[in-house]
């Protein structure tokens, strides 16, 4: 009777040895972890990654100074003419701000891939400033068309150092990017992902 209870509990193992091996084959195999030549592709494919846009207004003054030519006397005409009539301008200007990388920049040399885990290093923060004419609001000008163009592009710089100046803005900007590529990453199988300013050192191979 011994016996045979042995020789039903050892059949009985071996079935059960036999099914967990065969679902340990037929089981799926997860996906190969992309290297990184694939990975900067995936990552370029985003190309320019906007991360932040905010909108601005700015009250701007200008009153270009005449310029000079070869001729004394007609740089005197002008300085005459430029106290009698002098050229200035003020308006309210408004424009979109945004900030962003452009990942079709990154390299193998901005991301290192370590198993599961992977290290990126983000492109320089841009910043485009886009003025909205259909809102700016001239409040007393007396400036021809190329002059008012002049007193624009003043705006259009005096907005893009305010926010290149502003930390907070740029700690923004550079959160959206951090989670966004997160989740491109996470989606292909890394378990670990870190933006670093920096690569880390590779790990040795011992």
Do not use: C
Request: cysteine-free.
């Amino acid at each position: 009777m011994v016996r045979l209870l042995v020789r039903v509990v050892v059949v009985v193992l071996a079935l059960v040895a036999g099914a967990v091996g065969t679902f340990l084959l037929m089981r799926p195999k997860a996906p190969a972890l992309p290297d990184t030549p694939a990975l900067v592709t995936r990552v370029r494919e985003v190309a320019r990654l906007e991360t932040l846009t905010v909108s601005l207004y700015k009250k701007v003054e200008f009153s270009p100074e005449p310029q000079s030519t070869n001729s004394l006397w007609k740089d005197v005409i002008n300085w005459a003419s430029y106290s009698l009539h002098t050229p200035r301008g003020r308006a309210i200007v408004f424009a979109d701000v945004h900030l962003g990388y452009d990942f079709g920049r990154l390299d193998d040399s901005a991301l290192r891939v370590q198993g599961s885990r992977v290290d990126v290093v983000l492109p320089p923060l841009e910043t485009k400033v886009e003025l909205k004419p259909g809102e700016t609001e001239i409040i007393g000008s007396n400036l021809d068309s190329a002059e008012t163009t002049q007193l624009l592009e003043k705006a259009r710089e005096a907005f893009e150092r305010e926010v290149k100046a502003d930390a907070r803005l740029r700690e923004r900007a550079r959160r959206s990017a951090e989670n966004t590529l997160r989740v491109l990453f996470f989606s292909v199988g890394f378990r670990e992902v870190n933006v670093v300013d920096v690569l880390p050192p590779k790990a040795s191979a011992g």
